[in-house]
C-alpha cells in the first residue's frame, strides 16, 4: 500500500510525486514500473474467479443449525418415526434454500462490483501515452482519462479540463460531480471531507461523464474506495499469530500457525468464529442446545439402564427435541 504523511486529496501534486517517485510530465520508467508491481501488486479486487454455487451450498450445509437438525433427522429415520423426521427433512430443505438463494445473490454483487473495473487505460509511461490493461496500472503511473472512461484505480487529479465523474457507485449521488484542482484541502480533516467532497480526486470504477484529466494513481486493487466496499462485504482479515514463517517468528511458528489455521477451519465450518456477532451467537446457542440434548438423552437411557428399545429411543428423541426448540425456531 501507498504511504503518505496525509490522505492525498490534502497533499499537493508535488508531495506525492515525490512520494512516489514519479514525474507528471513523463510518468514512471519501465524499471520502476516493474519495482511497483512487485511492491503493491495488481491492480485488481481480491476473490475474482465468479460465483461458485457449491462453495455457497456448504456455507448452508454447515450452518450450526442445520448440523444439529440433520442430526436430530438421522435419529428419527434410525428408530422409524417417518412422520417427525419428514417434518425435520423439510424444515432442513427449506433452511438451505432460502440461504442459499440470500447468499448466492450477495455473492453476484461481489462479482458485479469487481467487473466495474475497467478493462483498459491510457497511462504516460517513459514519456509516451501507453494503453495498458487496468490490472498493470500501479501507483505513480500518470492516467489520462476522457469522456467515456471508467476510471482504473483512485487518482489525484492535476489537469482537468471540465471534468464530470459520476461516483453514484461510492456516493449515491446521481449528479455527476465536476472536479477542481485548485481547491486547497490541505487544512480539512480527512474524517470531515467525504469521498463526494474531495473534488481533486477521481475514483476508481466511477465513469467520466464529461471533459477530460490527467492524474497520478495513488491507490490501487484493494487499497481503492471501491475496493474497501469489496473488503468490508468480504469480512476477511487474518488474524494475528496464523503467519507460517520461520523466519520472522521463529522455529516454532509453522507448527504453531497451523495449528491456529486448522482451528480457524474447524470454526469456521462450525460458524463460530466468522461471521455477524449474532450469528455467531446463535451459533454458540445451538451447540449449547445440541449438548444438553444430548445430556437429557443419556440421562433417559440411564433410567432404563441402557437397554435402548424403539420406544425408549423415540422418548430421548422428544426429549432432546424439547430442548432444541430454539433451533427449530431460528431455522
Same mark, same amino acid.
Given at each position: ?12 501534486? #508535488? ?21 511497483? #508491481? ?20 456448504? +456455507? ?15 435419529? /428419527?429415520?434410525?428408530? $422409524? ?49 501507453? /494503453? ?26 492535476? !489537469? =482537468? %479540463? ?5 461516483? +453514484? ?10 472536479? !477542481?484542482? !485548485? ?17 481533486? %480526486? ?15 494513481? =495513488? ?14 462485504? $468480504? ?12 523466519? #520472522? ?29 449474532? $450469528?455467531? #451467537? ?17 440421562? =433417559? ?5 441402557? =437397554? ?24
Amino acid at each position: 500500500m501507498a504511504e503518505f504523511s496525509k490522505h492525498p486529496f490534502q497533499l499537493s501534486v #508535488k508531495e506525492i510525486a515525490d512520494s512516489l517517485q514519479t514525474s507528471q510530465e513523463s510518468g514512471l520508467s519501465s524499471p520502476q514500473v516493474n519495482e511497483n #508491481k512487485t511492491k503493491y501488486g495488481e491492480n485488481k479486487l481480491e476473490g475474482e474467479g465468479g460465483v461458485k454455487w457449491y462453495a455457497v451450498l456448504l +456455507k448452508q450445509v454447515s450452518n450450526a443449525m442445520i448440523l444439529v437438525l440433520i442430526l436430530a433427522m438421522a435419529l /428419527s429415520y434410525g428408530v $422409524q418415526d417417518f412422520i417427525e423426521g419428514g417434518v425435520i427433512t423439510a424444515v432442513i430443505l427449506l433452511n438451505i434454500s432460502i440461504g442459499f438463494y440470500q447468499e448466492f445473490n450477495a455473492e453476484k454483487k461481489m462479482d458485479a462490483l469487481r467487473a466495474l473495473s475497467s478493462p483498459i487505460a491510457s497511462v504516460l509511461r517513459n514519456g509516451n501515452i501507453e /494503453s495498458v490493461p487496468s490490472p498493470e496500472v500501479v501507483p505513480g503511473d500518470i492516467v489520462i482519462i476522457k469522456t467515456g472512461d471508467t476510471i482504473p484505480a483512485d487518482l489525484r487529479l492535476f !489537469d =482537468v %479540463m471540465n471534468l464530470e465523474c459520476d461516483e +453514484k457507485i461510492l456516493t449515491g449521488e446521481a449528479v455527476p460531480v465536476a472536479k !477542481d484542482i !485548485d481547491i486547497d484541502f490541505s487544512d480539512r480533516q480527512e474524517l470531515e471531507t467525504g469521498v463526494g467532497d474531495r473534488l481533486n %480526486m477521481a475514483y476508481s470504477s466511477s465513469t467520466v461523464t464529461r471533459g477530460r484529466g490527467r492524474g497520478v494513481v =495513488v491507490f490501487t486493487g484493494m487499497q481503492t474506495e471501491i475496493g474497501r466496499i469489496a473488503a468490508s462485504m $468480504q469480512g476477511k482479515k487474518r488474524k494475528e499469530g496464523r503467519s507460517m514463517s520461520r523466519k #520472522k517468528h521463529g522455529n516454532l511458528q509453522p507448527a504453531k500457525g497451523a495449528a491456529l489455521r486448522i482451528w480457524d477451519g474447524i470454526g469456521k465450518f462450525l460458524g463460530l468464529t466468522e461471521g455477524t456477532p449474532l $450469528q455467531i #451467537k446463535l451459533s454458540k446457542l445451538a451447540y449449547l442446545l445440541f449438548g444438553l440434548a444430548i445430556l437429557l438423552a443419556l440421562i =433417559v437411557f440411564g433410567a432404563n439402564r441402557f =437397554v435402548v428399545t424403539n420406544e425408549t429411543a423415540i422418548y430421548a428423541i422428544s426429549t432432546g427435541e424439547y430442548i432444541l426448540r430454539p433451533s427449530f425456531t431460528q431455522s
